[in-house]
C-alpha cells in the first residue's frame, strides 16, 4: 500500500513560518509529479504548488507565489513546501499528493496562523 | 484562471437510485498533448480525497463500476448508477489542464 505521511503543521503567528514535509513510500517517488492541495476549514480545495518529477519546475498559485517554497529529496522519497510570511488566510489542512497513472493523497496536517 | 462550476452544490439521494452531477469548466480543457485533463475526486467526511475518474471516463483502481464520467468540450458529468451509502460525502470535479489547476466547488451528497 501507497503511504505519503504529511507533518510539520501547527500553530503559528502571522508573519511566522513552517516548514511541511511529506515522506512516500511504495511506490515511484522519483518518477511522480507531487505537489500540495489545500483545504481551509469547511471548504473545497485549493491546488497550491506543483514540483515536476526531477524537482525542475516548480507552479504556484498566485496567493502563495513569492512567499512558499516546494522542493523534494528523491533520494529521500520527501516532499517538502517551505511558508513564510504567514497570513491567516493560509489556515488550512495542507495534503500532500502525487499525480500519475495512480493518485495518491496523505492524511493531511493542519496549519493554523493566527495571533 | 479556468473556472469549475458545478450543480447541484447539494444532492440528496435515495439509496439504490443514481446520481448525476455536473461540472462545467469556463474554457476547453484539452492540452497541449491532446489529452484533456479532467478528474473526479471524492472526500468521505473527516477524510482525504481520493480520485475516482480521471481523464473524464477512466475509473481508477478499485472504484465501483457503478461510478462513470463522460463529457467533452466544456462539459462534464460525474454518475453513480447505484448510490451507496459509502458514496456519500463531498465530489469535485477537478481541471488538471492548465495552471493553476482548478477543482469545482464541491458538491455534497448525502441519503434522504
Known amino acids: 500500500e501507497v503511504y505519503l505521511v504529511e507533518s510539520g503543521g501547527g500553530w503559528v503567528q502571522p508573519g511566522g513560518s513552517l516548514r511541511l514535509s511529506c515522506a512516500a513510500s511504495?511506490?515511484?517517488?522519483?518518477?511522480?509529479?507531487m505537489s500540495w492541495v489545500r483545504q481551509a476549514p469547511g471548504k473545497g480545495l485549493e491546488w497550491a504548488a506543483n514540483?515536476?518529477?526531477?524537482?525542475?519546475?516548480?507552479q504556484y498559485v498566485d496567493s502563495v507565489k513569492g512567499r512558499f517554497t516546494i522542493s523534494r529529496d528523491n533520494a529521500k522519497n520527501s516532499l517538502y513546501l517551505q511558508m513564510n510570511s504567514l497570513r491567516a488566510e493560509d489556515t488550512a489542512v495542507y495534503y500532500c499528493?502525487?499525480?500519475?497513472?495512480?493518485?495518491?493523497w496523505g492524511q493531511g496536517t493542519l496549519v493554523t496562523v493566527s495571533s | 484562471d479556468v473556472v469549475m462550476t458545478q450543480s447541484p452544490l447539494s444532492l440528496p439521494v435515495t439509496l439504490g437510485q443514481p446520481a448525476s452531477i455536473s461540472c462545467r469548466s469556463s474554457?476547453?480543457?484539452?492540452?497541449?498533448?491532446?489529452?484533456?485533463?479532467l478528474h473526479w475526486l471524492h472526500q468521505r467526511p473527516g477524510q482525504s480525497p481520493r480520485r475516482l475518474i480521471y481523464?473524464?471516463?477512466n475509473r481508477d483502481s478499485g472504484v465501483p463500476d457503478r461510478f462513470s464520467g463522460g463529457g467533452s468540450g466544456t462539459d462534464f458529468t460525474l454518475r453513480i448508477s447505484r448510490v451507496e451509502a459509502e458514496d456519500v460525502g463531498v465530489y469535485y470535479c477537478?481541471?488538471?489542464?492548465?495552471?493553476?489547476?482548478?477543482f469545482g466547488q464541491g458538491t455534497k451528497v448525502e441519503i434522504k
Open positions: 511504495q511506490f515511484t517517488f522519483s518518477n511522480s509529479w
Open positions: 514540483i515536476k518529477p526531477d524537482g525542475s519546475e516548480k
Open positions: 481523464k473524464i471516463s
Open positions: 477537478l481541471q488538471h489542464t492548465h495552471w493553476p489547476h482548478t
Open positions: 499528493a502525487s499525480w500519475g497513472a495512480s493518485n495518491h
Open positions: 474554457q476547453s480543457l484539452v492540452h497541449s498533448d491532446g489529452n484533456i485533463y
